[in-house]
């Protein structure tokens, strides 16, 4: 069973760095996609950024090109696949507040973001202020 565990949520000014880490457990052995989305009160879940597990290929929102980098450790085994997907956020804004939410599917897709999406973790608070 996949389990999501999203961490380094908090207050960060404008400008400033953070990194959103995502403890990943529970994958069979094989490719599969993971990543993250965001939702400010009041508006929808927005996808930001997806990585594939074997290739590390990345795919990002252009709101967040640029200044957001995803990353990726994960050890593959018949057994359990598991490990950690990050989330470095620099030069944030204002908009970047949101509750940001590590998600896991089938693949990486640069127009909805992750297809087949089957785990959500329970999330992470990011307030930009100054």
């Known amino acids: 069973q996949v389990r999501l565990v999203e961490s380094g949520g908090g207050l960060v000014q404008p400008g400033g760095s953070l990194r959103l880490s995502c403890a990943a457990s529970?994958?069979?052995?094989?490719?599969?996609?993971i990543g993250w989305f965001r939702q400010a009160p009041g508006k929808e879940r927005e996808w930001i950024s997806c990585?594939?597990?074997?290739?590390?290929?990345?795919?990002?929102?252009?709101?967040?090109k640029g200044r957001f980098t995803i990353s990726r450790g994960f050890t593959f085994s018949r057994v359990e696949t598991k490990g950690t997907v990050a989330l470095d956020m620099n030069n944030v804004k204002f908009d970047d507040t949101a509750a940001y939410y590590c998600a896991t599917g089938k693949r990486c897709s640069s127009d909805s973001g992750i297809e087949a999406i089957d785990s959500w973790g329970q999330g992470t608070q990011v307030t930009v202020s100054s």
């Open positions: 529970g994958f069979s052995l094989g490719d599969f996609a």
């Open positions: 990585i594939t597990a074997l290739s590390g290929t990345t795919y990002y929102t252009n709101s967040v």
